[in-house]
Protein backbone atom coordinates (compact mmCIF):
# COMPACT_ATOMS: atom_id res chain seq x y z
CA UNK A 1 0.00 0.00 0.00
CA UNK A 2 2.96 2.42 1.14
CA UNK A 3 4.48 1.91 -2.51
CA UNK A 4 1.23 2.32 -4.00
CA UNK A 5 1.26 5.62 -2.63
CA UNK A 6 4.95 6.50 -3.32
CA UNK A 7 4.09 5.72 -7.01
CA UNK A 8 0.93 8.44 -6.85
CA UNK A 9 2.85 10.62 -5.07
CA UNK A 10 5.41 10.61 -7.89
CA UNK A 11 2.96 11.02 -10.57
CA UNK A 12 1.64 14.01 -9.65
CA UNK A 13 4.88 15.19 -9.03
CA UNK A 14 5.80 14.84 -12.29
CA UNK A 15 3.15 16.06 -13.97
CA UNK A 16 3.68 19.41 -12.09
CA UNK A 17 7.35 19.66 -13.07
CA UNK A 18 6.56 19.20 -16.37
CA UNK A 19 3.90 21.64 -16.44
CA UNK A 20 5.26 24.10 -13.93
CA UNK A 21 6.65 27.31 -15.99
CA UNK A 22 8.35 29.78 -13.21
CA UNK A 23 8.51 32.86 -15.68
CA UNK A 24 4.95 32.33 -16.38
CA UNK A 25 2.96 31.97 -12.87
CA UNK A 26 0.45 34.80 -12.03
CA UNK A 27 -1.92 33.97 -8.93
CA UNK A 28 -4.63 35.90 -10.97
CA UNK A 29 -4.08 33.60 -13.65
CA UNK A 30 -5.14 30.05 -14.62
CA UNK A 31 -2.58 27.43 -15.02
CA UNK A 32 -2.85 25.40 -18.30
CA UNK A 33 -3.08 22.49 -15.85
CA UNK A 34 -6.24 22.01 -14.87
CA UNK A 35 -5.43 19.31 -12.53
CA UNK A 36 -4.26 21.10 -9.38
CA UNK A 37 -6.58 24.00 -9.98
CA UNK A 38 -8.75 24.88 -7.02
CA UNK A 39 -11.99 23.30 -7.31
CA UNK A 40 -13.51 22.98 -3.66
CA UNK A 41 -12.79 24.76 -1.04
CA UNK A 42 -14.45 23.17 2.16
CA UNK A 43 -15.22 25.91 5.32
CA UNK A 44 -15.08 24.61 8.82
CA UNK A 45 -15.40 25.74 12.73
CA UNK A 46 -17.36 28.99 11.85
CA UNK A 47 -19.93 29.93 14.14
CA UNK A 48 -20.26 33.42 13.94
CA UNK A 49 -19.21 33.81 10.67
CA UNK A 50 -21.99 33.28 7.72
CA UNK A 51 -20.45 30.11 5.53
CA UNK A 52 -22.12 31.44 2.48
CA UNK A 53 -20.16 35.35 3.35
CA UNK A 54 -16.98 33.36 3.60
CA UNK A 55 -17.72 30.87 0.20
CA UNK A 56 -18.52 34.64 -1.35
CA UNK A 57 -15.46 36.08 -0.22
CA UNK A 58 -13.07 33.25 -1.53
CA UNK A 59 -14.41 33.36 -5.24
CA UNK A 60 -11.65 34.49 -6.64
CA UNK A 61 -9.30 31.49 -5.56
CA UNK A 62 -11.55 29.25 -7.29
CA UNK A 63 -9.23 27.99 -10.92
CA UNK A 64 -5.88 29.14 -8.93
CA UNK A 65 -2.95 26.45 -8.89
CA UNK A 66 -2.94 24.68 -5.35
CA UNK A 67 0.43 24.55 -4.65
CA UNK A 68 0.69 28.26 -4.84
CA UNK A 69 -2.06 29.55 -2.62
CA UNK A 70 -1.41 30.32 0.80
CA UNK A 71 -2.81 31.27 4.40
CA UNK A 72 -2.23 34.90 3.74
CA UNK A 73 -4.15 34.91 0.12
CA UNK A 74 -7.20 33.54 2.17
CA UNK A 75 -6.88 36.03 5.01
CA UNK A 76 -6.24 38.84 2.77
CA UNK A 77 -9.58 37.91 1.01
CA UNK A 78 -11.77 37.26 4.35
CA UNK A 79 -9.96 40.48 6.25
CA UNK A 80 -13.27 42.41 5.91
CA UNK A 81 -15.45 39.57 7.89
CA UNK A 82 -16.66 40.82 11.61
CA UNK A 83 -15.57 37.97 14.91
CA UNK A 84 -12.47 36.94 12.10
CA UNK A 85 -9.30 36.45 13.85
CA UNK A 86 -7.12 33.97 11.91
CA UNK A 87 -7.50 31.03 9.49
CA UNK A 88 -5.74 27.73 9.33
CA UNK A 89 -5.59 26.03 5.91
CA UNK A 90 -4.90 22.89 4.71
CA UNK A 91 -4.54 21.18 1.35
CA UNK A 92 -6.04 18.16 0.33
CA UNK A 93 -4.15 17.23 -3.24
CA UNK A 94 -5.21 18.11 -5.72
CA UNK A 95 -7.69 20.48 -5.65
CA UNK A 96 -9.55 21.19 -2.39
CA UNK A 97 -9.09 23.56 0.46
CA UNK A 98 -9.75 23.27 3.65
CA UNK A 99 -10.18 26.59 5.61
CA UNK A 100 -10.67 26.76 9.30
CA UNK A 101 -11.96 29.59 10.62
CA UNK A 102 -10.73 30.93 14.41
CA UNK A 103 -12.90 33.43 15.87
CA UNK A 104 -12.40 36.24 17.59
CA UNK A 105 -14.91 36.37 21.29
CA UNK A 106 -17.96 38.62 21.77
CA UNK A 107 -17.27 40.15 25.48
CA UNK A 108 -19.50 43.18 26.12
CA UNK A 109 -22.13 45.34 24.12
CA UNK A 110 -20.30 48.75 24.61
CA UNK A 111 -22.39 51.96 24.09
CA UNK A 112 -20.44 54.82 22.72
CA UNK A 113 -22.19 57.84 22.70
CA UNK A 114 -25.89 56.97 20.92
CA UNK A 115 -24.47 54.04 19.16
CA UNK A 116 -24.26 50.07 20.46
CA UNK A 117 -20.98 47.85 19.48
CA UNK A 118 -20.03 44.54 20.15
CA UNK A 119 -16.10 44.42 22.02
CA UNK A 120 -14.53 41.19 20.86
CA UNK A 121 -11.72 39.41 22.56
CA UNK A 122 -9.18 41.69 20.05
CA UNK A 123 -11.01 45.18 21.28
CA UNK A 124 -12.32 45.13 17.67
CA UNK A 125 -15.97 47.67 17.79
CA UNK A 126 -18.66 45.67 15.34
CA UNK A 127 -21.97 46.79 14.23
CA UNK A 128 -24.44 46.11 16.97
CA UNK A 129 -27.14 44.38 14.76
CA UNK A 130 -30.94 43.68 16.92
CA UNK A 131 -30.45 40.33 14.68
CA UNK A 132 -27.67 38.96 16.87
CA UNK A 133 -27.93 36.67 19.77
CA UNK A 134 -26.07 38.74 22.38
CA UNK A 135 -28.53 39.72 24.61
CA UNK A 136 -27.07 38.15 27.66
CA UNK A 137 -23.66 39.63 27.59
CA UNK A 138 -23.00 42.30 29.30
CA UNK A 139 -22.60 46.23 28.81
CA UNK A 140 -19.63 48.53 29.09
CA UNK A 141 -20.04 51.78 29.43
CA UNK A 142 -17.71 54.83 29.99
CA UNK A 143 -15.36 57.33 27.58
CA UNK A 144 -12.72 54.98 25.98
CA UNK A 145 -13.88 51.89 27.82
CA UNK A 146 -13.14 49.77 24.66
CA UNK A 147 -9.17 50.53 24.96
CA UNK A 148 -8.99 49.82 29.01
CA UNK A 149 -11.88 46.70 29.19
CA UNK A 150 -9.64 43.38 28.02
CA UNK A 151 -6.70 44.25 30.66
CA UNK A 152 -8.94 44.97 33.41
CA UNK A 153 -11.52 41.85 32.51
CA UNK A 154 -8.27 39.21 32.44
CA UNK A 155 -7.81 40.49 35.40
CA UNK A 156 -10.57 39.62 36.59
CA UNK A 157 -10.87 36.19 34.94
CA UNK A 158 -6.86 35.34 36.65
CA UNK A 159 -8.49 35.86 40.09
CA UNK A 160 -11.35 34.09 39.43
CA UNK A 161 -14.21 36.63 39.78
CA UNK A 162 -17.30 35.21 38.92
CA UNK A 163 -17.47 37.33 35.27
CA UNK A 164 -20.97 35.56 35.06
CA UNK A 165 -22.38 37.71 37.30
CA UNK A 166 -21.29 41.07 36.06
CA UNK A 167 -24.20 42.79 34.23
CA UNK A 168 -22.58 45.88 33.84
CA UNK A 169 -19.14 47.74 33.51
CA UNK A 170 -18.75 51.31 34.23
CA UNK A 171 -15.63 52.69 33.33
CA UNK A 172 -14.24 56.40 34.82
CA UNK A 173 -11.88 58.82 33.09
CA UNK A 174 -9.71 58.22 36.73
CA UNK A 175 -8.97 54.72 35.44
CA UNK A 176 -10.89 52.52 37.12
CA UNK A 177 -14.09 50.33 36.97
CA UNK A 178 -17.50 50.01 38.72
CA UNK A 179 -19.14 46.91 38.58
CA UNK A 180 -23.11 46.06 39.08
CA UNK A 181 -24.04 42.80 39.59
CA UNK A 182 -27.17 40.42 37.83
CA UNK A 183 -28.67 41.55 41.58
CA UNK A 184 -28.01 44.93 41.72
CA UNK A 185 -25.07 44.98 43.89
CA UNK A 186 -22.21 47.64 43.00
CA UNK A 187 -18.06 46.89 43.41
CA UNK A 188 -16.27 49.92 43.11
CA UNK A 189 -12.64 49.17 42.59
CA UNK A 190 -10.07 51.53 42.98
CA UNK A 191 -7.46 52.76 39.75
CA UNK A 192 -4.81 51.07 40.91
CA UNK A 193 -4.42 47.90 43.53
CA UNK A 194 -6.75 46.32 41.44
CA UNK A 195 -5.96 42.71 41.89
CA UNK A 196 -5.81 43.10 45.44
CA UNK A 197 -9.46 44.99 45.63
CA UNK A 198 -10.67 41.94 43.07
CA UNK A 199 -9.19 39.22 45.39
CA UNK A 200 -10.49 41.38 48.43
CA UNK A 201 -14.28 41.79 46.69
CA UNK A 202 -14.37 38.12 45.99
CA UNK A 203 -13.98 36.99 49.52
CA UNK A 204 -16.95 39.92 50.67
CA UNK A 205 -18.82 38.40 48.46
CA UNK A 206 -18.87 35.02 49.96
CA UNK A 207 -19.35 36.76 53.37
CA UNK A 208 -23.00 36.61 55.00
CA UNK A 209 -22.94 39.37 56.43
CA UNK A 210 -22.02 41.49 53.70
CA UNK A 211 -25.48 40.14 51.17
CA UNK A 212 -27.30 43.02 53.14
CA UNK A 213 -25.30 45.77 51.03
CA UNK A 214 -26.08 47.47 47.78
CA UNK A 215 -22.56 48.93 47.37
CA UNK A 216 -19.03 47.94 48.52
CA UNK A 217 -16.57 50.76 48.24
CA UNK A 218 -12.99 49.90 47.36
CA UNK A 219 -11.48 52.90 46.33
CA UNK A 220 -9.89 53.87 49.78
CA UNK A 221 -6.99 51.82 50.56
CA UNK A 222 -7.14 49.68 53.89
CA UNK A 223 -10.88 50.44 54.14
CA UNK A 224 -14.38 48.65 52.94
CA UNK A 225 -17.25 51.51 53.15
CA UNK A 226 -20.34 49.40 52.44
CA UNK A 227 -23.97 51.10 51.85
Known amino acids: MKKFY ?8 LIF ?3 YSPGKFDLNEKNENTFFNVKNIIITNNNLTKKSEVSEKLNKIYDKNIFFI ?5 EQSLKS ?9 KKKYPNTLVVKIIETKPVGILFKGKKKYILDSKSNLIFYSDSMNFNQLPKIIGDNAEK ?14 PTKRIKN ?14 NDKIIKFPYDRVDAGI ?4 KLLSRED ?3 YNIIDLRVEGKIIVE
Open 6 to 13: RIIILIIA
Open 81 to 89: IDFLEKVEV
Open 17 to 19: LTT
Open 70 to 74: KREDI
Open 210 to 212: FKK
Open 199 to 202: KKSI
Open 148 to 161: NFLPFFYKLRNNNF
Open 169 to 182: FYYFQIGRWDLQLV
